[in-house]
């Protein structure tokens, strides 16, 4: 797989290159004016960093994997895809465009990656645009190629993670550019999809958003629930502070009363839950910079900015995940154009006069050589488009293709070569990488292995030159349309 990591893992909300079209579905209102609370309050509180989480990139990329692997297991089922399988020949190669329908940020290459190479090991995928950065509609994001069955089989996997990250990015981006200016951070929720908290965390990322917790494990946060079940406000933060041991505590309030006890407790981070914007400022006045205070609720891309001009530090923001709409992404298949049909007797009057029969020596007896029928040799500078044309045929019987060198071996894939012989593992070596009968030339002890084509060496020349017999055995034509890609290896 090639992947050009992303090297923005956590762009800021002040970087103007993550500035992106607005997506059609995302609509920032005009905000309300909200007499903000007066600025240049004193603060003496130590330095609290704005991601209470941290996303491990190990951690997420085994988080990555297990998603993946569970999403293809639903998908597949223990038959596979079946219509791939009954419509895609195996050795049908070719590529596909990873392409946004519409304007947002992307985020996605570690599930795509993921995706294509759990399916097949084979394909490849080369991205454009990186994660974190904006998308036109029509732009192509990566280019992923390989065998076609495979490719079609990772499709839908690869295309629901990456819409569902990238809308998530696409929305979070929407709320940041939504409070440009105001100095306040964006932060997600633990609302995100069973399964998938660090991949939607990763996302939160790209689009310029912050982390609150990662989960229960890394900060304290007092809820009513906690202060119910503890039996008081007091009690339930006395007992957390006491306990913390050392991690961060914040306290929910729903009230200015609650705030002032908070406050009076030496709380420095407070979450302030389903207050209005007036109340944030009543909240901001009386904080007076004792703390730092969190707004969250029913906070939505057409209010954040209301919110954001009150004087909060940061605003909690649990749609960013929960209810963020999916980024349109699609996959466009490119397959590699057939050659068209030809017969064999046509296709060698093509073919240029042929030089004096090459007659193979007196090969090793490692060698198991048969006798070969008479037939015209063909110039080794066309042996490509020879066997191209045999196999695009069709055609019955036994040919002879003269090999001199790697360039001439270049279209068959593996060799029926006896294994102990040091001329055929070389020309084995040569023939191993990207080829234009991949999947069709096989060894013959390979369990799927087909019997359409062997490849056999029956002789050497003084010049290193070899012979290789091409046996087309009676059967279907063959889907050799391979041809058509040399261009591109």
């Not at 009386?286 to 703390?291: E, H, K, M, V, Y």
Request: glycine letters at 8%; one cysteine or more; a negative charge.
């Amino acid at each position: 797989m090639r992947w050009r990591k992303n090297e923005q893992q956590n762009p800021s909300q002040d970087n103007p290159s993550l500035s992106s079209p607005q997506s059609s579905h995302v609509d920032v209102a005009a905000p309300a004016v909200v007499e903000a609370a007066p600025a240049g309050i004193p603060s003496n509180l130590p330095d609290m960093p704005v991601n209470t989480g941290v996303v491990d990139q190990l951690e997420l990329e085994r988080a990555v994997r297990r998603a993946v692997a569970r999403a293809l297991a639903e998908d597949l089922g223990d038959r596979g895809d079946v219509t791939s399988l009954a419509t895609v020949a195996p050795t049908r190669r070719g590529f596909a465009e990873v392409v946004a329908r519409r304007d947002g940020v992307f985020c996605g290459t570690q599930v795509i990656l993921a995706s294509f190479s759990q399916v097949d090991a084979r394909v490849t995928v080369d991205f454009e645009v990186q994660d974190g950065q904006p998308v036109r509609g029509g732009q192509v994001i990566a280019t992923v190629a390989g065998p076609l069955r495979s490719i079609l089989t990772a499709e839908r996997t690869a295309l629901n993670f990456a819409g569902h990250l990238s809308g998530i990015a696409t929305t979070v981006n929407a709320a940041v550019e939504a409070v440009r200016g105001t100095g306040v951070a964006i932060r997600d929720t633990r609302k995100t999809t069973p399964g998938l908290r660090l991949l939607e965390k990763d996302a939160v990322l790209a689009g310029g958003g912050h982390n609150h917790r990662l989960g229960l494990y890394d900060a304290l946060l007092i809820k009513d629930n906690h202060v119910a079940a503890a039996g008081s406000l007091e009690a339930a933060i006395e007992s957390g502070l006491r306990r913390s041991k050392g991690r961060r505590v914040q306290v929910e309030v729903t009230s200015l009363e609650e705030l002032e006890t908070a406050l009076s407790l030496g709380v420095t981070d407070i979450l302030l839950d389903n207050f209005t914007p007036e109340g944030c400022v009543d909240a901001v006045r009386a904080t007076a910079g004792r703390a730092r205070l969190e707004a969250s609720g029913t906070i939505s891309i057409a209010n954040v900015r209301e919110y954001a001009r009150t004087g909060v530090d940061r605003i909690a923001m649990g749609s960013i995940t929960h209810s963020a709409p999916w980024l349109d992404i699609a996959l466009d298949v490119r397959p590699a154009p057939v050659e068209p049909v030809q017969s064999l007797s046509s296709l060698a009057a093509t073919l240029p006069a042929a030089p004096a029969p090459l007659v193979p020596a007196e090969p090793p007896a490692a060698f198991d050589v048969q006798e070969p029928a008479e037939a015209d040799p063909v110039a080794s500078s066309d042996t490509d488009a020879f066997v191209d044309g045999v196999s695009n045929a069709g055609a019955f019987g036994d040919v002879f293709v003269p090999v001199h060198d790697e360039d001439d071996v270049a279209g068959l894939d593996d060799a029926d070569l006896d294994a102990d012989n040091t001329d055929a593992d070389n020309v084995v070596d040569a023939l191993l990488g990207d080829s234009d009968l991949a999947g069709i030339v096989s060894d013959d002890t390979s369990d799927d292995a087909p019997d359409d084509l062997d490849v056999e060496v029956v002789g050497e020349q003084d010049d290193d030159s070899v012979v290789a017999l091409i046996d087309v055995s009676e059967g279907e034509p063959l889907f050799a349309d391979q041809g058509s890609d040399r261009d591109d290896r």
